[in-house]
């Protein structure tokens, strides 16, 4: 069951074609890109990277005077988002992008930081949303690597002993991608898009973030919709018991306002101004 | 009785919580330690903000009612001393006269179906007990119970031509509704200039909201502690302490920063020595508590949660870290991001305003980041619209893998669900999940 992902459409679709029209004009503006690309193989990717990933990968946690690079602190720009499709020739597998400065080149200092997880399975619906989602916060399963709990930002910050060792987006879009294919048996394809340029280029990602959690407001209704929860108040005007009361306040509201305006309209009267105000009987 | 039997009357509970808190940092100023110089650095806060209320009340200077999700950052902006108006139940449920007045609350008819927080404050404005304001910021959300309080206040005499505005929450949490809602803040400022004659300065807004992030990011850093193994701290310390600090007194000083600068010093010791929250007491549980403390029996149900079954609260509803940092350029910015952290990210109205995602998604969150090993929802009898999603919860936790225990109880008043009672529950909970 594909759910609102019908045939070879998802609701993220949309965003997905504004993500590669944001690449390619910031790419036309001559923003620093690099490609990485890790091999199909789970084993075989994550030979290729720098950390260790899975759960106690990052035992410790990483304190202020233990950071070599910070991602995403809200004052130099953060947003993230995790969008799926059915389409899986839109996402191309194991292919990780960046915008702007990379972790080694950027010791001490504190990045603007834009994240986008682009996951396809053919048979994905509304049921892997939730956990497609929660995989994109690492927790505790990247080493050297900690995102902090915050809503709507991606705010991370990478270990000195990472950064000694290498640490960069290959391995972080790595790391994602196996956290998300681990997260739903569906998941064909993972792409990680990483944009560092600056606060700008992080606020125009987070327009399009801000779409992708809308339509993911519905995906996760109709989750749980399925297991017979409502998020919603699903109500209609036509069969609810208190439209009486709701049509009383309009009418109250109407009578304000008409009242209103009629002592306003007498008080211009009042100081010899004419009143334009035909609505007034 | 005349205007001043009327006010003095007014503040005889206002002074008696004033002079309850000025003894417990009487006590906390005579401990050693640096948690404990937090505490009196807290109480100190608390205090002077009640002495502030005190003192306009008696000279007759404007000060508001108002909640801790009103944005108080424009209040502190102003200069306008305010109090909350459930604050007994929040801030000074230790107090020991809370019982009496939950059961004079019940004497003077009021239902006890309603939340004790709500109860309280109705309670002591019926009963003259509560400083009369020179205005009123009411709260349209998250319960059908808060603007009951307010109905109150329009037919109390007292109260009654007391000039009141609420912002009008939206349900949903996209641009718009937070559009929409940072202009319902601008009226709120409006309303405030034309009653209490204060005006908003917009530098001494942008100071106002750079020291609150300078708050907020100094929270932030220290709920990363938290993670760690064992949790630096537990109850006792953190949390709580945080939220009321951060937005129930005020809201964007300097003082508070340097509370939070102590917060996060004392847990980055604890975590690099490997201490957790009770030296004398291994954590065992990390425990989600998904709502408020248990304010009125909390000394009878914390400590023995960690002396009993070292069980330790590693994250609460409050001590949750969802908050945006104000984005102080522009004018425009600066109300956007407080509508956006006062509608959407302050505990309670996060969870009960609108749709009930954030049950799910919060708690699959702090289990994750927090290595939780139990979520329990008190199942609070005032919070009605998080019974609704008991459901989602426990489902939520299923999916996890996560043990969810739902108690049904009142957190301020232990006559509802005994403590004892309580105990039981979360003791069979425990021993049937083989925890601790």
Redesign the interface.
Known sequence: MSGLGEGSTSVFDDSLEKIAGYIAGLCERGRPYREYRLPPGREDALHEIVAKVGPGANP??I??SDTFVELGN??AGSCACLLWTNDCSRVDDGRIRVIGSDVPESAGKSLAFGQVVMVAGSSLGPEQH??L??AQ?V??QVEGY?V??????M?GRVSKEAGAKGFDFKTLGGALRVLVKDAAAEVEAVEVLFVTSSKEDVAALASIA?KVR?AA?TV??EH?KA???D???DLSCASCDDKGVCDDIRDVVATIKKNLRRRESGERAGNGERSDDKSVA | MDKNAIKERSLERYKAERDWFAFLLEASDLMVGPEMQLQSKLLKILVESKQKVVDCVENDDPFIAAYFCNAPELFNAMDLPWFMLMETPFLGASAPYLIDDIQGAEEIGIGTDLCTAIRLPIYYIESGLMPVPTAVIGLLSPCDGAPMLHQVLRHNKAWRNIPIYAADPP?SS??RAIKYYARELRSMVDFLEEHTERKLDMDRLKSVCEES?RTYSLW??Y???R??KPSPHGWEIGGPQAFAISQCFIAGSPKCTQWFEQLLECG?IR?REGRGANDNHEEKIRLLWFDIMPYGWIFEFMPWLEEEWGAVIVMDMFA??????VDTSTEESMFYSLAKRNLI?SPMIRQARG???NF??DI???V????IDCVIWPGHMGHKDGAA?A??MR?TCR?LGVPFLHIGLDLFDKRYTTVDEVKSKVSQFFTAMDLG
């Open positions: 410790g946690i304190l202020r809200p004052s939730p956990s989602e929660q916060y927790a505790d900690m902090k709990t915050a809503s709507r930002n705010w801000g809308q407001e996760v209704k749980w297991r017979g929860y998020l919603d108040c | 349900y996209d641009d992030n932030q850093e709920n990363e502690l993670r760690a980055e975590v949750n870290f969802p908050y945006t940092l990210d749709t009930a995602e799910s998604a699959s969150r702090m994750k980041d927090y290595h999603t459901g989602i489902d999916d």
